[in-house]
């Protein structure tokens, strides 16, 4: 009910000023959605990434820890509502300054459907300055790298992000195939895989 209040509210105004095709467009959005993603998974080994002289991995795990205010620091207030959802964030900082992060979230739909070896990951983001230097890569390996080991870490990449896809392959990335998935109310009601290892799989 948290969620559905707002939501009303949302379709009520949107259909005041912009009239009722809007809030129709809203609503068909948020109730049922479809995506295609490309997805790929990343094995955790247990190695925990050499990192150069002034590099390090800051790992938040609610906003009440002290590492949050890098964060704020880092513009990202924005994202602080996803440890409302038990999200865990990872953050590279060179020195003082956070170039890049990861979120880790355990609660996921499709991390659930997939199976309890399966982790997801997403929202990386890399300062522009920063980009280039594998950065994402090892920010990535520092997260499996606390994932039991033989689980995975599944990633999903819109097909037209071609510099996140290099991204996900020099980190060591497998590409799985493409994703496609129907969420109902943010839950996940299918599921299928097609391409290296899709077979049409469905789930719900």
């Known amino acids: ?28 959005n948020r109730v049922y959605e479809r995506n295609t993603n490309l997805f790929y998974e990343l094995r ?12 390090r ?4 795990a609610s906003q009440a820890d002290a590492a949050a205010a890098l964060l704020l ?8 509502p996803y440890f409302r959802r038990g999200a865990v964030a990872y953050l590279l900082c060179i020195e003082e300054e956070v170039v890049a992060r990861l979120w880790h979230f355990p609660r996921n739909s499709l991390a659930r459907w997939l199976g309890p070896d399966s982790a997801y990951a997403g929202k990386l983001f890399v300062k522009p300055e920063a980009r280039g ?37 020099k ?16 839950r ?3 599921v299928r895989l097609e391409g290296s290892l899709g077979n049409g799989n469905q789930g719900s």
């Open 133 to 169: 230097r594998g950065i994402g890569g090892l920010l990535l390996a520092a997260m499996a790298a606390r994932q039991p080991v033989g689980s995975r870490v599944i990633l999903e990449v819109a097909p037209s992000n071609i510099s996140s896809q290099k991204c996900m392959v």
């Open 44 to 55: 955790a080994t247990g190695v925990v990434p050499d990192l150069p002289p002034g590099w």
């Open 1 to 28: 009910m948290s969620r559905i209040g707002p939501f009303l509210r949302d379709v009520v105004r949107i259909w005041h000023e912009a009239g009722p095709l809007a809030a129709f467009r809203l609503l068909r």
């Open 188 to 190: 996940l009601i299918r």
């Open 57 to 60: 991995v800051e790992v938040v």
């Open 171 to 186: 980190a060591g990335c497998r590409f799985l195939g493409r994703l496609h998935r129907t969420e109902c109310f943010t």
């Open 73 to 80: 620091r880092a513009g990202a207030a924005s994202e602080l």
